[in-house]
């Protein structure tokens, strides 16, 4: 996603940019290297087997650690020595994918030979090999087959972006007219171009680019979060909620910006400003049904850091969508992180109004970050039920969706990620207003199994529906999502990102139909990939 890609709003000055870059060096590795890169410079250990220990390699700082060819490119993937270790005679000298060699699909490499991982299956040319059932994706735009099923790839070509940290998901109530027929997909990057951050909005049939849009101040994180909304009479038919993560910023407010304008896609209809510095406003954003008659959907947004007197409580903010007016706000406790997801689901049965469920893994109860999630119905003060984590850092609440009636009593029900929980085994409960329905659990420590979750109708049309669950910690980072069935425990599919580093599964989204079969389809965010530009999958229903 580098600026020359796309046309964008300037609205800042070259020499602001520098002040940004600067800032982003001093505040160390926030926007700098990767969470999830090789050993960093200082484990005096040779990663790149060049001959030197890092303590006196001149290019440790570079992803990957550091020159493996000729042409100095960045070995992405750290292997000493790896060049020509598929066996086809032909040098890797440009080995900078992030994958080991003989670990992915035809075309990893740059040798140029087929059948570098062993299989020999590449038969169309284009240097990706056919499904496992020997279907071609070449069909689908930017198509290529991951982990058994054809997906379309939308790759960020810039160092650092987190592409695909939040991604939303629209399909099935878009009218919208060609080429945007018949879903869009809106990605945020949050850390590009030393974390000013940028947001796309994707024809999601084609991939083509409906428009993007830059954060407006260093370290803003622009595109944190990301939702789709009602139809402001604009040209995609939807309305599109960009927040940012300023956190780093201690004297930014926040914003969250709201795009669907009939004349400039581009052009903001409206900013919610944060209401107090260092509040994060903007971390977490969901629309949802109205609450105050005026019969558009309400937004509700996130500010974990809000510290409205000696305490940094966070906070939760209800806004009409037809007036922007705030409606509701909410509070949790100190240290709770209260905000730092929300969700938005439809009016109960028996008369409910809409409901608000709004996440704080930082809750101290039972244990320190068990994590807590309190669920408001309309615009009440108070909270109707509340449930919380079992774990020690649990984190339940970190993450949130709103669906289905799971269980056939009129209302809306609940998913909730606790990441955290067993050593970052992870687990998902599933809610039906309050009362626990069932529970999945990851299959092993550090998988982060949860840490994003989404809530779609079942692809088959059975009643309840369907869960879609990251846990991007899965193989070194490598990551995985799982698609679940409310009634079965065992999932439907699974998927497995592409590279060691690459957080697939990192944020997911389910329910548009894209590829036009009249079921819902996941779209995965990998925002770890290639040492961070990252990537985006959008998986039809069709593959499944």
Known sequence: ??????????????????????????????????????PACSDGVDNDGDGRTDLDDPQCSDPGDDDEGPGGAADADAEAGDGGA?????????????????????????????GDDGDAE?????????????????????????????????????????????????????????????GLALVGAPEGTACWGHAAALAAADWTEAAAWDGGAALERFGWAVAIGPDLGGPVGVALAVGTMAAASPTAHGRVAIYGSAT?????????????????????????????????????????????????????FLYAGGTWTQIRSWSGTAGSRFGT????????????????????????????????????????DTPTWSACGDGLQAGFGKALAAGSDVDGDGNGDFAVGSPG???????????????????????????????AVALGPDADGRPGGELLVGAPGVGGNRGRVYLFRFDEEAPLRVWDGEAT??????????????????????????????A????????????W
Not at 25 to 31: E, I, K, N, R, S
Not at 145 to 160: Q, Y
Not at 343 to 370: F, I, K, Y
Request: hydrophobic share 35%; aromatic share 6%; charged share 25%.
């Open 1 to 38: 996603m580098r600026r020359t890609d796309r046309q964008r709003i300037e609205s800042a000055t070259n020499g602001a940019r520098i002040v940004a870059a600067v800032l982003a060096l001093l505040l160390g590795a926030a926007c700098g290297r990767s969470l999830y890169a090789p």
């Open 501 to 530: 580093g690459d957080r697939f599964g990192c944020a997911v989204a389910l329910g548009g139909d894209v590829d036009g079969d009249g079921r819902a389809d996941a779209l995965v965010g990998a925002c770890g990939a290639d």
């Open 264 to 316: 400039d896609l581009r052009a903001p209809v409206r900013e919610l400003p944060g209401p107090l510095e260092g509040s994060a406003f903007g971390a977490a954003v969901a629309w949802g049904p109205d609450v105050n008659g005026d019969d558009v959907e309400d937004l509700v947004v996130g500010a974990p850091s809000f510290r409205p007197g000696s305490d940094t409580v966070g906070a939760a």
């Open 341 to 380: 997801a929300v969700a938005r689901g439809p009016a109960g049965g028996r008369g409910r109004p809409a409901m608000t469920l709004v996440g704080a893994p930082g809750e101290d109860l039972p244990a320190a970050d068990a994590g807590c999630a309190y669920l408001y119905e309309g615009t009440a």
């Open 86 to 114: 598929d066996g086809d005679g032909g040098p890797d000298v440009d080995d900078d994918t992030g994958m080991p060699d003989d670990a992915g699909p035809d075309g990893e490499t740059d040798d140029g030979a087929d």
């Open 421 to 451: 929980w067993d050593d970052r085994t992870g687990k998902v409960d599933l809610l039906a207003l309050g009362a626990p329905y069932r529970s999945w659990i990851g299959a092993a420590e550090e998988d982060d199994f949860g840490s």
């Open 122 to 182: 590449e038969v169309d040319g284009d240097a990706h090999e056919p499904c496992e059932d020997g279907r071609s994706c070449d069909a689908m735009p930017l198509g290529r087959c991951v982990s058994g099923a054809c997906a379309a790839v939308w790759e960020s070509t810039a160092d650092g972006d987190r592409f695909g940290q939040a991604v939303a998901l629209e399909g099935s109530r878009a009218a919208v007219a060609p080429p945007l027929s018949p």
């Open 532 to 543: 961070r530009p990252g990537k985006v999958y959008l998986f039809g229903s069709a593959s």
